[in-house]
T-cell receptor, first 115, second 111 residues
Framework: DSGVTQTPKHLITATGQRVTLRCSPR?????VYWYQQSLDQGLQFLIQ???????AKGNILERFSAQQFPDLHSELNLSSLELGDSALYFC??????????????FGPGTRLTVL | DAKTTQPTSMDCAEGRAANLPCNHS???????VYWYRQIHSQGPQYIIH???NNETNEMASLIITEDRKSSTLILPHATLRDTAVYYC????????????FGTGTRLQVFP
């Protein structure tokens, strides 16, 4: 158990819909990262928040957005969902804002299925 | 970016040491090597990391060659629960915010 929690575990929805994934970081961690794992793309970094502010952005679609709240939990919002958005979505957290020795710890993930 | 090369798959007998190699010939002097593993579709699990010296923790040992162009993750006594995909990742100095996952090595531990 990494200490990172994600809800829900599974999500099934239809194309065109909008969903929200939630992540609670480990106690004391200030950074939250979101990753997407699909069958054809592998694990890909989407976005990082540090202490409420966006810190780094990866291959995140414009239909996707995220935020980190004052209590440091984060939400990933996915809208206008397409079949290709079906994937595992992982959240990770770390103590600092990034850096060579700032280890990231991953949550159990949310499996999103778009029908 | 410092890229890594790992074998696609490996087998190991239960109770034996599993030695997982990783090549990172373009690594820079201040870039760390990290290892994670992913069991089935669970979240990636941090194993160990190092810069130039060998490292050991309760899960594994990391051996980095003197020229730092390759490393080996050693699971000293593999169990069936160690069956997973193992990822070797170089934390790129200019881009340390994200982890860049490759395709990893699928380790199968058999009885």
């Amino acid at each position: 158990d990494s200490g990172v929690t994600q809800t829900p575990k599974h999500l099934i929805t239809a194309t065109g819909q909008r969903v929200t994934l939630r992540c609670s970081p480990r106690s004391g961690d200030l950074s939250v990262y979101w990753y997407q794992q699909s069958l054809d793309q592998g694990l890909q970094f989407l976005i990082q928040y540090y202490n409420g502010e966006e810190r780094a952005k990866g291959n995140i679609l414009e239909r996707f957005s995220a935020q980190q709240f004052p209590d440091l939990h984060s939400e990933l919002n996915l809208s206008s969902l397409e079949l290709g958005d079906s994937a595992l979505y992982f959240c990770a957290s770390s103590v600092e804002g990034g850096g060579s020795t700032d280890t990231q710890y991953f949550g159990p993930g949310t499996r999103l299925t778009v029908l | 970016d410092a890229k890594t090369t790992q074998p696609t798959s490996m087998d190991c007998a239960e109770g034996r040491a599993a030695n997982l190699p990783c090549n990172h010939s373009t690594i820079s002097g201040n870039e760390y090597v990290y290892w994670y593993r992913q069991i089935h579709s669970q979240g990636p699990q941090y194993i160990i990391h190092g810069l130039k010296n060998n490292e050991t923790n309760e899960m594994a040992s990391l051996i980095i060659t003197e020229d730092r162009k390759s490393s080996t993750l050693i699971l000293p006594h593999a169990t069936l629960r160690d069956t997973a995909v193992y990822y070797c990742i170089v934390r790129v100095a200019k881009d340390t915010d994200k982890l860049i996952f490759g395709t990893g090595t699928r380790l199968q531990v058999f009885p």
